[in-house]
């Protein structure tokens, strides 16, 4: 039989790495099992990972393809849109008032910027590979600067969806509520960036992973399918991340511009769970149903699978440790895990709440091992002060629920 490891292992190693990186690439489109999820997505995933467009070094021009809605009545059509939109009014906050003369040593132990199982360290030893404690701050550095990179290029995803959606959307208080989003998410861009650029000093470019899912929703010319990619599940995706550094983080600067950029991030998810209610009940078919139901089940495996710190791997262990191995380092480690449980703890529940969670699906879902978030609570029912208060407690009741089940 065709032993596709043992012929790998004859090849050079710059070779291998080059192999293996397109393997992977075609592989996470051989992931996704329905056609229809597949034509949405496969030309972005050949610009992504193929051509590699995010990494070119020059301004990336996506074809946008949706209508302008306008509405020349003004109707106040959605009472609880406009609450959210008062409430974003209040929720203001200006990216200079954050604490910028806090000194950061990327590299320290006292206040490290990340948890220190982000990485499964064992299994680096386990692979032959001894790092040194100075070597291991390296790398966590790079790895801090990594996520906080694709914070920075997911904000900038968010800030031009969330304009779009403003224009597309055919609610008249969801275009009202739209704006505070795009001033919100170009204010995440700006303190991200900034964090970034005086702090860390050091900045990645956008993973291939992420291109892929950005460039699929700008050019969709359907507007819940944008709402659903952008504010369900990226947003999703975000307040995972942003939940577990926050809590995690012991370095204070960072700690506060999360703590700020979470409260935002509550309202747009919130916003989209509303939105996308309304439509999935009151617009789709069920055939057009189905297909956002599954759309949204592969997007969410990918994102399981696929935000893995490649870029990091490039830059430390190529030559010295395998893709396959450098998946468990990050893949299995408890960081990732809470990180996961975080993450899936609100995606779940929301995809619930807008009606893609049928029975139909369902199964699926539990086949992966994500049922154990059916039950947990939707964003249109937590507030951001709420999040963070469960927060500051310690583990959360979705992770203390998936410990037990
Ligand atoms: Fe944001
Ligand atoms: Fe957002």
């Not at 397109?22 to 229809?36: G, H, N, Q, W």
């Not at 074809?63 to 409430?87: G, V």
């Not at 998946?327 to 975080?342: A, D, I, K, N, W």
């Amino acid at each position: 039989m065709f032993d596709v490891d043992r012929v790998m292992a004859l090849l050079p190693m710059r070779v291998r790495n080059q192999l293996e990186s397109y393997v992977d690439s075609a592989s996470t489109l051989l992931e996704v099992r329905d056609p229809r999820v597949l034509q949405a997505i496969g030309p972005s995933a050949v610009r992504g990972t193929i051509l590699k467009r995010g990494k070119q070094g020059v301004p990336t021009a996506m074809p946008a393809r949706h209508h302008a809605w306008f509405d020349w009545t003004y109707p106040a059509d959605q009472p609880a849109m406009a609450e959210l939109y008062s409430r974003a009014k209040r929720g203001q906050w200006n990216g200079d008032d954050l604490p910028w003369a806090t000194s950061v040593d990327p590299e320290s132990d006292d206040r490290p910027l990340l948890p220190d199982d982000m990485l499964a360290w064992d299994k680096v030893n386990d692979f032959g590979i001894r790092l040194s404690v100075a070597e291991r701050r390296v790398v966590r550095h790079s790895v801090a600067a990594w996520m906080l990179s694709q914070f920075l290029h997911g904000e900038q995803g968010a800030l031009f969806a969330a304009a779009q959606v403003t224009e597309a959307v055919q609610f008249f208080d969801g275009k009202l509520y739209g704006a505070t989003q795009v001033v919100d998410e170009g204010r995440h861009v700006e303190v991200f960036h900034r964090y970034l650029d005086t702090k860390l000093q050091k900045l990645y470019q956008v993973n291939d992973n992420l291109f892929v899912i950005i460039d699929a929703l700008m050019t969709d010319a359907r507007w819940d399918m944008k709402f659903l990619g952008m504010q369900i599940m990226v947003e999703g995706v975000a307040l995972g991340a942003f939940s577990l550094l926050y809590r995690e983080t012991r370095e204070p600067l960072l700690k506060e511009l999360l703590k700020n950029v979470i409260q935002d991030e509550a309202r747009h998810v919130h916003y989209g769970v509303l939105a996308l209610r309304e439509h999935v009940l009151t617009e789709l078919d069920e055939r057009d149903r189905r297909e956002r139901e599954d759309w949204a089940f592969e997007v969410a495996l990918l994102m399981r699978n696929r935000f893995l710190a490649y870029e990091v791997y490039e830059e430390h262990f190529e030559g010295r440790l395998t893709r396959a191995q450098w998946r468990e380092v990050v893949g299995s480690s408890p960081g990732m895990e809470r990180f996961r449980h975080l993450m899936f703890g609100r995606m779940v529940p929301n995809l619930r709440e807008i009606g893609l969670l049928s029975d139909r699906i369902r199964p699926h879902y539990a086949r992966v091992g994500l049922d154990k978030y059916f039950g947990g609570v939707a964003a249109d029912q937590l507030t951001g002060e709420q999040m963070l208060r469960e927060l500051d407690q310690g583990r959360t009741e979705i992770e203390r629920r998936a410990a037990a089940a």
